[in-house]
């Protein structure tokens, strides 16, 4: 069984809902996990709550990186957090994937301390899964976006390495056995973008172990072209900040509106269910987290802002990445490149 | 490997071990009408234990057998005795050593129009307890056994208290009430109060987590009572106590290993979770764990353990000294209020179930 090493401290509402989190992982599945923090702050939520012992050790931390510290700062001054102790869990072999919900600088940069890169990749790519329409039944209605903020700028090089590390997990993790890889860009012809992402898409057009759909626009991320989406980390989470934003705030016009007038209200309950539907498809919540991609360890960072739900989802979902051997499958993809 | 005995060494005290029967040795199904139905026409062949529980059972004869000490076990269900014969031939099948069993009889119960009494069990345990504990004498050490699901951690320890004197006989008439005992029995249960009260010797109330009830629900218990998920827990804090010794330890451990698919790790976080919870300390678990270490059911330590001990042992300085008995009675004002009577029926908490 997978052992999956989780950041207690890591997130706005730790370390109570990480470990209750890891309480419902530890009554529903047989994932063991390692809750790394501060053992009496996690022995203290976790005796208040049903839990299975059988499924949970914990290794004590003595600090943790708060979630607004300059990543840099972090990696200087918090040697023993629960975030360099939790990825040193997994380097040494005690555990086999990481969750976190913590500092995602911190993490992204503490992962690439304590894991290594897999050979030709430069730089690690942090992933998200993103809700979009479906074109038949059975398939998933995610998409992954990456990067979405592990780097800024990218080089040609790095963005293909992003598409094929992208695609290699979706394969395993979506079950596609061909995901549809597109590249975000200002518009769908080739030539758009400028020369770095021109040169991506010929480089993308010409991997036979890729199906490139070719340049898809900001519209396309809901509409489901392409399963897996690849841009700088800038743009990446900027449209994933949108993404979230505009569902929260559907949310908050709809409430706005009905507290205004008697007419909006009945209308506003008559699409009640449709607002909660679309709600629970942008609700992050329910799909866990997303991989950094292009370390030798696997790494799930969940949202800053998760509940235990989320802490739940994200650590069957490295669960299942570790058994479904992820992290292979993406060395081999990236070897086959090379 | 044996532990040094706990107590001087003559006369040794006898030790009483008093066993729920349903979801403490049996894994019994109730929760629905159907299910109790299956239950009462089950045969012996048929009745499945809590993993590890016949380990300790025999372990607890067999480690007083090794130390000369005088060893009572009964066990005491609310179950009717109708069932009596299937429960006997289970006790015989799995091998255990026990000395009498006393049922309720819901016969006479429902003969005599005292519905409401099916369901009460305390005044029935209570009873039984107060019964055994004066057929047994002063010098007697006792060990009780029970579950989350009933009363157990409420019945028990009121008795515990009794007999430690903690809680006077006065006192003892208007709590019975509250838990809901019949008031009809409420004298004659004084009445055996009075008989051993302040005999003492109440040394540990083992709870089984059958539905997983959080720890912290049972705060208010006291550290007398060990909440423990399975029973490699309840064999430690037997072995902590001096009622087992470590190799009787390893059985239990290999019992889980071998017949209920329990892995080192899991018997290695379950010890873990011993430590934080503090019902051990953590010399105490290294000394008591090296029998199953050397026996391969537990992982074996890294070379550098001792120093991830010592850091472990100051990281917890202060926060993990071990529980401290709680001075004179329980409050039952508060565990009352947390653990609502099951008289009262509506949403419970563990503890008065």
């Not at chain 2, 066993?19 to 062949?45: C, I, M, N, P, V």
Request: positive net charge; contains cysteine; proline residues 6%.
């Amino acid at each position: 069984m997978p052992v999956i090493a989780v950041d207690a401290m890591g997130g706005d509402h730790a370390p109570e809902e990480i470990v209750r989190g890891v309480a419902e992982v530890s009554l529903e599945t047989d994932i063991d996990c390692l809750l790394v923090g501060h053992e009496g702050r996690i022995q203290a939520v976790l005796e208040e709550v049903p839990y299975n012992p059988e499924r949970i050790a914990v290794l004590h931390a003595r600090d943790a990186v708060p979630m607004d510290e300059d990543a840099h700062e972090a990696m200087r001054t918090r040697k023993d957090s629960s975030l360099m102790v939790a990825l040193q869990a997994v380097a040494g072999g005690r555990a086999d994937a990481i969750v976190s919900a913590g500092n995602t600088g911190a993490a992204v940069l503490a992962a690439s301390r304590c894991f290594s890169l897999l050979p030709g990749v430069r730089r690690a790519a942090l992933a998200c899964v993103h809700p979009r329409l479906t074109e038949y039944p059975g398939q998933d209605p995610l998409a992954l976006l990456l990067d979405v903020g592990a780097t800024v700028h990218c080089e040609a090089d790095e963005l293909v390495y992003f598409a094929v590390m992208g695609s290699a997990y979706a394969r395993r993790i979506s079950k596609v056995p061909n995901p549809r890889v597109g590249l975000l860009n200002l518009g769908v012809e080739e030539t758009k973008g400028g020369p770095t992402l021109v040169e991506v898409h010929r480089r993308l057009r010409a991997q036979p172990m890729i199906d490139f759909v070719g340049n898809v626009e900001g519209n396309d991320l809901v509409r489901g072209r392409a399963d897996v989406i690849v841009c700088e980390g800038y743009v990446g989470n900027v449209a994933l900040k949108l993404l979230e934003g505009v569902s929260e705030v559907l949310v908050d016009v709809a409430q706005a509106a009905a507290e205004r007038k008697l007419v909006w209200r009945v209308g506003l309950r008559l699409l009640s269910r449709g607002i909660e539907r679309v709600s629970a498809l942008t609700d992050f919540s329910r799909y866990g987290g997303a991989p950094i991609l292009g370390f030798d360890k696997l790494f799930i960072k969940c949202h800053g802002r998760s509940r235990a739900r989320a802490v739940a989802n994200a650590v069957k979902v490295a669960a299942k990445a570790v058994r479904d051997r992820v992290p292979e499958e993406i060395a081999d993809a990236v070897g086959g490149l090379r | 490997m044996t532990l040094r005995p706990r107590r001087g060494t003559t006369p040794v005290p006898p030790l009483l071990c008093r066993w729920d029967l349903d979801k403490t040795y049996l894994r019994s199904e109730f929760d629905t009408l159907r299910q109790l139905w299956r239950a009462a026409r089950e045969r012996g062949a048929d009745k499945v234990e809590v993993p590890g529980v016949i380990e300790v059972l025999k372990g607890l004869r067999a480690a007083a057998d090794r130390h000369g000490r005088p060893i009572t076990m009964l066990f005491v269900s609310a179950s009717p005795p109708q069932i009596g014969e299937a429960i006997r031939d289970k006790l015989r099948l799995d091998g255990v050593p026990y000395d009498g069993i006393v049922f309720k009889d819901q016969l006479q119960l429902l003969r005599r129009g005292k519905f409401a009494n099916l369901r009460e069990h305390a005044g029935f345990k209570l009873g039984e307890l107060f019964r055994g504990r004066a057929a047994s004498g002063v010098a007697t050490r006792e060990v009780l056994f029970g579950d989350d699901w009933e009363a157990d951690p409420v019945t028990y320890s009121v008795y515990a208290d009794v007999v430690a004197g903690a809680l006077s006989v006065d006192a003892l008439e208007p709590l019975l009430l509250r838990i809901g005992v019949d008031r009809e029995v409420v004298p004659e249960l004084c009445a055996l109060a009075a008989q051993v009260a302040g005999w003492g010797g109440v040394d540990r109330i083992c709870i089984n987590l059958e539905r997983r009830t959080p720890p912290a629900a049972f705060a208010l218990f006291g550290p007398r009572l060990a909440p423990s998920f399975n029973y490699f827990q309840t064999a430690l804090v037997l072995a902590a106590d001096g009622w087992l010794d470590p190799d009787d330890v390893v059985a239990v451990a290999a019992g889980l290993v071998e017949r209920a698919g329990y892995t080192p790790r899991r018997l290695e976080n379950s010890l873990a979770d011993l430590v934080r919870r503090r019902f051990l300390s953590i010399s105490l678990a290294h000394r008591l764990s090296q029998p199953a270490r050397r026996a391969g059911l537990l992982p074996a330590l890294p070379r550098q353990a001792w120093l991830a001990r010592l850091r472990a042992m100051l990281a917890r300085r202060g926060a993990g000294a071990p529980r401290a008995p709680l001075p004179g009675p329980l409050d039952y004002d508060a565990i009352l209020a947390r653990h609502r009577s099951p008289a009262r029926g509506g949403d419970q908490e563990a503890g008065a179930r």
